[in-house]
């Protein structure tokens, strides 16, 4: 099973197991003809009999308390419905100074303790992501990143190296993966985009999310932890091990963040 299904990750996976042949169920807390009700706030919901295999993809998009108590839940699920691994999508390793770092270090060391088989990929922060948070001004782009760089991954490439580990997870019981790329700057999107970049102090980059009323009450924070993370180098560590577990290079997170902020740029919507 693979939870949050009508997640954006979460979908990718699925696709990748039926691509690889491999069958599974998707989880979600409104489900569509073939998927199963799970509803990490209602703990009656969470039936997990007959899956061997849990794709935990994290239930973010909260405050700490609340992500924690849905991933424990889940977990007491497992042990009890009888599930044997626990495949869980945390956060990268150099991010243990961001803002939403704690719910995930909390739920490893839940997994860890669980008595469950376990596999934890430490996902990078998506490219796409990063696209997202570039801001058109004029013609050119601007973000509180400076000349600081992200190891960005493409969501597709951790999906697809969440469903090699659940097709066969016996082979990677035990094992922490860094799932990160190569470093990206706004600088590098920017060149590949044909514009200019304007660095935003951090002060202003806060002002302007707290003034934004379209986010929820903990997401300025959050993104606030990004920019400083990445603006001062802690968020550019690489690794080899989504390539190795892939079999192949990874997608040019340039070229993915790029598109994502061509898209979202005012003139061509």
């Known amino acids: 099973m693979v939870t949050g299904a009508n997640g954006q990750l979460a979908a990718l996976v699925l696709q990748e197991l039926a691509d690889l042949g491999v069958p599974a169920v998707g989880g979600t807390r409104k489900p569509a003809e073939g998927q199963r009700r799970i509803d990490f706030d209602d703990p009656g919901s969470l039936d997990l009999t007959g899956v061997s295999t849990l794709v935990l993809v994290s239930a973010g998009y909260a405050e700490d308390d609340r992500v924690t108590a849905r991933h424990l839940a889940a977990l007491e699920a497992a042990r009890r419905d009888g599930v044997g691994h626990v495949v869980y999508t945390s956060l990268t390793t150099a991010g243990d100074h961001l803002a939403f770092a704690l719910a995930h270090r909390v739920t490893e060391r839940a997994i860890e303790a669980s008595g469950l088989d376990w596999t934890i990929l430490r996902n990078g922060l998506y490219a796409e992501l990063f696209g997202a948070l570039l801001l058109w001004s004029g013609t050119g782009l601007e ?8 190891s960005a ?9 969440a469903a090699v580990v659940a097709g066969k997870p016996e082979a990677h019981a035990g094992r922490s993966y860094d799932l990160v790329g190569a470093p990206i700057t706004a600088a590098d999107v920017a060149g590949r985009l044909g514009v200019a970049h304007r660095t935003l102090g951090l002060g202003e980059y806060r002002d302007r999310l707290l003034a934004d ?11 606030a932890s990004l920019a400083t993370n990445v603006r001062h180098g802690l968020l550019r560590g690489t690794s080899g091990d989504l390539a190795d577990l892939l079999g192949r290079p990874i997608t040019d997170a340039v070229a993915v963040a ?3 902020a061509a898209a979202m740029r005012p003139d061509s919507r």
């Open 153 to 161: 991954v493409a969501r597709h490439d951790l999906a697809a190296a």
């Open 258 to 260: 790029a598109d994502t």
């Open 143 to 150: 973000s509180a990143f400076g000349d600081g760089a992200l």
């Open 213 to 223: 009323g379209g986010l929820l009450p903990f997401e300025p924070a959050y993104l």
